[in-house]
Structures are given as structure tokens and as C-alpha cells.
T-cell receptor
Framework: SQTIHQWPATLVQPVGSPLSLECTVEGTSNPNLYWYRQAAGRGLQLLFY??????ISSEVPQNLSASRPQDRQFILSSKKLLLSDSGFYLC???????????????FGPGTRLLVL | KNQVEQSPQSLIILEGKNCTLQCNYTVSPFSNLRWYKQDTGRGPVSLTIMTFSENTKSNGRYTATLDADTKQSSLHITASQLSDSASYICVVRLSGGYNKLIFGAGTRLAVHP
């Protein structure tokens, strides 16, 4: 079975500072990887997804970026954080056909980011 | 507009009691519907998945129903336990594409002794 690691677990950053959140997956190869943001009282919002190394698709325009330097590593970054970037960031992984009807996404433990 | 709405927003019940959470969706074309359980500060974990042709699915004390005609789903929890305290998220998948999951905002359930 696959295991998804995220770190850090919590992060407090000042406005304008850079950001780097890391997600790694164990137990599977060539997974589909996703970054979501969950704001309080809101549904999860898909930020980025990747079906392979170096392949990143962005869902919403924002000041965040994502990279996939290795097969099982997915990084969420920002050069300058905004107050609105605060939230709970979840990494997810799946290994069946991305977008297929039976695709199951498994979520990591999340990173809680507070921008002050 | 594709939307998933859940009710109630929050719910408090006593241990041992049953409860039902609701999910209404306006999503097309529909592929399937999942219920996730999310413990505080953790990632969501899938409980059930139902396709268009399925109208009920059970997972232990959790029973999900789906009415594709009215576009409604419910999650029934039987004999609640303290460990059931969590947020329950309804997620609908559209057909086709990588980015076709529509998440509800969740129902926050608190089970009290």
C-alpha cells in the first residue's frame, strides 16, 4: 500500500516570504499526484496535478507553483506569500488511470499554513 | 454550474445514536459519488463509492445511498461512536479528465458521550 508524507505539518510564515511544501509517496511508482487547498468551511480546491516527472497542470491562476523533480516527489512553492494563501494543503496520490471512473485518490496528512 | 452542497453544516449527537448526512449535487456528466471521512488535521479517507447504477453501499456502520434522479445522496451512520467525530465530505466525479472532482464543504460531526 502507498504512504504519503507531507512536511512540514504546520507552518507560520510572514506575508511576502517564500514557501516550499514537500510531498513524497512510498509504495508505488509513477503515481498521479495532486495538490489541494482546503479553506475553512470550503470544499477542497484542486491547485495542481501531475501525471509524470516534469508534467504539471495548473487549475487556478495564483501565485503558487508546483514541481515534480522525481517520480514520487511533488513540491508546492511560492516566491511571495499572500494572506489569502493561508489554509490546509493536502497532497494526494493515485495510481489508476487519472480521471478514470474508479480512480481513488489517497490523501496525505496535510500541512496547515498560516500567513501573517 | 457544477456544485455539491452538504447539510447540515455541523451536527452533534450522543454516542450510540444514528444520524444521516445529506448531499445534493448539480453535476453533469456524472461519473460517481464518494463519501470521505476527514479527521481533524488529517487528510480525507474514502468510505464508499457509488456509480450511477448503484443506490446503496455499506461499509461497516456507514451506509450511503444515491438517488441519481433527484441527484441526492445520504450517508447514514448507525450506532455512532466517539471515533466517528470528523468531517464527512461528499465528492462527485464528472466523466472525463484529470480535474473533474467536485468537493462539498463537508458536514462536521461531533459525537458526545
Amino acid at each position: 500500500s502507498q504512504t504519503i508524507h507531507q512536511w512540514p505539518a504546520t507552518l507560520v510564515q510572514p506575508v511576502g516570504s517564500p514557501l516550499s511544501l514537500e510531498c513524497t509517496v512510498e509504495g508505488t511508482s509513477n503515481p498521479n499526484l495532486y495538490w489541494y487547498r482546503q479553506a475553512a468551511g470550503r470544499g477542497l480546491q484542486l491547485l495542481f496535478y501531475s501525471v509524470g516527472i516534469g508534467q504539471i497542470s495548473s487549475e487556478v491562476p495564483q501565485n503558487l507553483s508546483a514541481s515534480r523533480p522525481q517520480d514520487r516527489q511533488f513540491i508546492l512553492s511560492s516566491k511571495k506569500l499572500l494572506l489569502s494563501d493561508s489554509g490546509f494543503y493536502l497532497c494526494a496520490s493515485s495510481w489508476t488511470i487519472a480521471g478514470g471512473p474508479q480512480e481513488t485518490q489517497y490523501f496525505g496528512p496535510g500541512t496547515r499554513l498560516l500567513v501573517l | 454550474k457544477n456544485q455539491v452542497e452538504q447539510s447540515p453544516q455541523s451536527l452533534i449527537i450522543l454516542e450510540g445514536k444514528n444520524c444521516t448526512l445529506q448531499c445534493n449535487y448539480t453535476v453533469s456528466p456524472f461519473s460517481n459519488l464518494r463519501w470521505y471521512k476527514q479527521d481533524t488535521g488529517r487528510g480525507p479517507v474514502s468510505l464508499t463509492i457509488m456509480t450511477f447504477s448503484e443506490n446503496t453501499k455499506s461499509n461497516g456502520r456507514y451506509t450511503a445511498t444515491l438517488d441519481a434522479d433527484t441527484k441526492q445522496s445520504s450517508l447514514h451512520i448507525t450506532a455512532s461512536q466517539l471515533s466517528d467525530s470528523a468531517s464527512y465530505i461528499c465528492v462527485v466525479r464528472l466523466s472525463g479528465g484529470y480535474n473533474k472532482l467536485i468537493f462539498g464543504a463537508g458536514t462536521r460531526l461531533a459525537v458526545h458521550p
